[in-house]
T-cell receptor
Framework: AQSVTQPDIHITVSEGASLELRCNYS??????LFWYVQSPGQGLQLLLKYFSGDTLVQGIKGFEAEFKRSQSSFNLRKPSVHWSDAAEYFCASVGSSASKIIFGSGTRLSIRP | ETGVTQSPTHLIKTRGQQVTLRCSSQ?????VSWYQQALGQGPQFIFQ???????GRGNFPPRFSGLQFPNYSSELNVNALELDDSALYLC?????????????FGSGTRLTVV
C-alpha cells in the first residue's frame, strides 16, 4: 500500500541554522509529492510540490526539496531558519487514483532562540 | 481571490448526535476533499467530491457522508457521533481532479465529542 513516512517526530534547531526534514514514500511509480506546513490551530499551507522534471524544487518562504528516486525520498531543506518557521510539517503524496492525498504523520519543528 | 472557508470553527457535540460541517471552496475550484486530523496525527482522507458526485472514499464508515452543491461548496455529515470522532476536520479544494495541482486547505473545524 502507498505510504509516506516522516521518521522524525520532533526536531529542534537554533535560529539561523540549516534545516532538513526527512520524508520517504512508498509507491511504485513516481508519485506527486508535496510539503505542507501547519501552524497551531490552522489549516495546511502548501510549501512546494514535485510532479516531474527538475528534482530540486523551490517553494515559498525559502524552502526547497529534493526528489531522489533511488532513495524514495523527498527531503525538505532551508538554509537558515527563522523563529516564525516553528510549526508542524507534513510530507504528502498523491497516487495513481489522484483522488486523495496521503500524509505522513508530521514533524514538529521547534526553533531555539 | 477567496480561499477555502469552513464553518463553524469550533463545535462541541454529545456522543450519538449528528453534526454537519460546511465548506466553501476557493473560487474557480471544482473539487472538494475532506480530511480528518486527529490530535498529533497527519490528516486522513475521508472522501472527495467532483461535479456533485463522490469521487473516492477513504477508510471511513457510512455514517460519514457528504454533499457537493452546484456552486462547488460542500457539507460533511457525521451521524451517531463517537468519542473518537473528535478531531480537526479539514476541507480542501482543488482545480482539477485528474491533475492534482495541490490542494488549498481551509483552517478547519475543531469537533469535540463528549
Amino acid at each position: 500500500a502507498q505510504s509516506v513516512t516522516q521518521p522524525d517526530i520532533h526536531i529542534t534547531v537554533s535560529e539561523g541554522a540549516s534545516l532538513e526534514l526527512r520524508c520517504n514514500y512508498s509507491y511504485g511509480a513516481t508519485p506527486y509529492l508535496f510539503w505542507y506546513v501547519q501552524s497551531p490551530g490552522q489549516g495546511l499551507q502548501l510549501l512546494l510540490k514535485y510532479f516531474s522534471g527538475d528534482t530540486l524544487v523551490q517553494g515559498i518562504k525559502g524552502f526547497e526539496a529534493e526528489f531522489k528516486r533511488s532513495q524514495s525520498s523527498f527531503n525538505l531543506r532551508k538554509p537558515s531558519v527563522h523563529w516564525s518557521d516553528a510549526a508542524e510539517y507534513f510530507c504528502a503524496s498523491v497516487g495513481s487514483s489522484a483522488s486523495k492525498i496521503i500524509f505522513g504523520s508530521g514533524t514538529r519543528l521547534s526553533i531555539r532562540p | 481571490e477567496t480561499g477555502v472557508t469552513q464553518s463553524p470553527t469550533h463545535l462541541i457535540k454529545t456522543r450519538g448526535q449528528q453534526v454537519t460541517l460546511r465548506c466553501s471552496s476557493q473560487s474557480g475550484h471544482n473539487t472538494v476533499s475532506w480530511y480528518q486530523q486527529a490530535l498529533g496525527q497527519g490528516p486522513q482522507f475521508i472522501f472527495q467530491y467532483y461535479r456533485e458526485e463522490e469521487n473516492g472514499r477513504g477508510n471511513f464508515p457510512p455514517r460519514f457522508s457528504g454533499l457537493q452543491f452546484p456552486n462547488y461548496s460542500s457539507e460533511l455529515n457525521v451521524n451517531a457521533l463517537e468519542l473518537d470522532d473528535s478531531a480537526l476536520y479539514l476541507c480542501a479544494s482543488s482545480l482539477e481532479v485528474r491533475v492534482p495541482s495541490g490542494h488549498t486547505f481551509g483552517s478547519g473545524t475543531r469537533l469535540t465529542v463528549v
